[in-house]
């Protein structure tokens, strides 16, 4: 059990169009759900956190207006990134909680910005 | 200030060999910790987790970890690593809530194994 898919595994899209990342929790309800950022050979940066239902919450220098995050049911968020630009490029991953278990990671996303 | 800290960026041990890879936290109250392992181009595996209760705890694939909350430390252990052992190694804190708040990384370990 707990299983987090997320889709698509790689995405290659040219400068200014957006790119969507969706995250669902095959098994579970996902109360919370996040939505990190890994550059090479470093760690995870947490870029929001979000809650079924209600705006997410992102954490301090993320652009809230580039990176949308909607939380639309229990199982399933969304990260677009918009007008995406060459920085953007970077592995996203998504993670979604759940009480008395912990947390699940998806298996991310390697997005290519061109 | 939370934090968490993985002294040892990269680490190399020969394949039969015991690996232990370390971990000490800042934090406010005693944490929820968490070890996961990180393939390349993957996402993160729950390797082990300490809520409560002995403070050593078997994991999957052979691994353990030991909570000592006098060192703030949760080190993580394998008395004899194989070669698919190799990957990125993250720890990671969270609060009692945990189901509502954030993970809190370390900067990952990375280990390379020899055969």
């Known amino acids: 059990g707990a299983v987090v898919s997320q889709h698509p595994s790689r995405v290659i899209c040219k400068s200014g169009t957006s790119v969507k990342i969706e995250c669902r929790s095959l098994?579970?309800?996902?109360?919370?759900m996040f939505w990190y950022r890994q550059f090479p050979k470093q760690s995870l940066m947490l870029m929001a956190t979000s809650n079924e239902g209600s705006k997410a919450t992102y954490e301090q220098g993320v652009e809230k207006d580039k990176f949308l995050i909607n939380h639309a049911s229990l199982t399933l968020s969304t990260l677009t990134v918009t007008s995406a630009h060459p920085e953007d490029s970077s592995f996203y991953i998504c993670?979604?909680?759940?009480?008395?278990?912990?947390?699940?990671f998806g298996s991310g996303t390697r997005l290519t910005v061109v | 200030a939370q934090s968490v800290t993985q002294p040892d960026i990269h680490i190399t041990v020969s394949e039969g060999a015991s690996l232990e890879l370390r971990c000490n936290y800042s934090y406010g109250a005693t944490p929820y910790l968490f070890w996961y392992v990180q393939s390349p181009g993957q996402g993160l595996q729950l390797l082990l987790k300490?809520?409560?209760?002995?403070?050593l705890v078997q994991g999957i694939k052979g691994f353990e970890a030991e909570f000592k909350r006098s060192q703030s430390s949760f080190n993580l252990r394998k008395p004899s690593v194989h070669w698919s052992d190799a990957a990125e190694y993250f720890c990671a804190v969270g609060p009692r809530q945990y189901n509502t708040d954030k993970l809190i990384f370390g900067t990952g370990t990375r280990l390379q194994v020899f055969p």
């Open positions: 300490y809520f409560s209760g002995d403070t």
């Open positions: 993670s979604a909680a759940r009480p008395n278990y912990g947390y699940t």
């Open positions: 098994d579970f309800q996902a109360t919370t």
